[in-house]
């Protein structure tokens, strides 16, 4: 089991250019999330998808969209990047929200 | 509310020595509390969990310590290696789920272990 494995680990953008994260779980769990994690400031939740076909917006939603593709994956866009969203993005999953959830390696992003 | 407030920022403690991380939260609905461990360049990962029924429990040289009526939460890291040297985030939630079911974490305690 690879657990939750996330592509790219790193990607460099310039202001305004689109990409999309992608991640995806292998241990049938219903829950995904997408988190930030930036110096000082703990991790913070951007979306989330409690379960197959429903996504819903988290602490700091302003500049993504989500997809919950199946239920395996959940990616994460930036539409048009900026440099304030330079940092690093770990997708998670859990059976439900109270149960562990299982992080991923995080994808390294850096907006000129 | 929902804020979660985690100190100290970063901890130094030498080898053999206790290492304590404590964080307070708000909002007494709150029936879940985790402890992930990060090193670098990795993922957080589970360390130690309670629920607020228990005022403690141990997992090896790790322990938790909760008091419900003054609404904080503690990590205890006993005969500390350099092998814990690592970020630790402490995190709540609700039990109803929905959106009130996600974790809100605490900003993490920057912990080193001193050979």
């Not at chain 1, 995904?32 to 951007?46: A, S, T």
């Not at chain 1, 539409?79 to 299982?102: I, K, L, N």
């Not at chain 2, 403690?56 to 205890?76: D, M, P, V, W």
């Not at chain 2, 402490?90 to 109803?96: D, K, M, V």
Request: some cysteine.
């Amino acid at each position: 089991n690879a657990g939750v494995t996330q592509t790219p680990k790193f990607q460099v953008l310039k202001t305004g250019q689109s990409m999309t994260l992608q991640c995806a779980q292998d241990m049938n769990h219903n829950s995904m999330y997408w988190y930030r994690q930036d110096p000082g400031m703990g991790l913070r939740l951007i979306y989330y998808s409690a379960s197959e076909g429903t996504t819903d917006k988290g602490e700091v939603p302003n500049g993504y969209n989500v997809s919950r593709l199946n239920k395996r994956e959940f990616s994460l866009r930036l539409e048009s990047a900026a440099p304030s969203q330079t940092s690093v993005y770990f997708c998670a999953s859990s059976e439900d929200p109270r149960h562990e959830q299982f992080f991923g390696p995080g994808t390294r992003l850096t907006v000129l | 509310q929902q804020q979660v407030k985690q100190s100290p920022q970063s901890l130094i403690v030498q080898k053999g020595g206790i290492s304590i991380i404590n964080c307070a939260y708000e909002n007494t609905a709150f029936d879940y509390f985790p402890w992930y461990q990060q090193f670098p360049g990795k993922g957080p990962a589970l360390l130690i969990a309670i629920r607020p029924d228990v005022s403690e429990k141990k997992e090896g040289r790790f322990t938790i310590s909760f008091n419900k009526s003054a609404k904080q939460f503690s990590l205890h890291i006993m005969d500390s290696q350099p092998g814990d040297s690592a970020t630790y985030f402490c995190a709540a939630t609700l039990g109803s789920g929905g959106s009130q079911g996600n974790l809100i974490f605490g900003k993490g305690t920057k912990l080193s272990v001193k050979p």
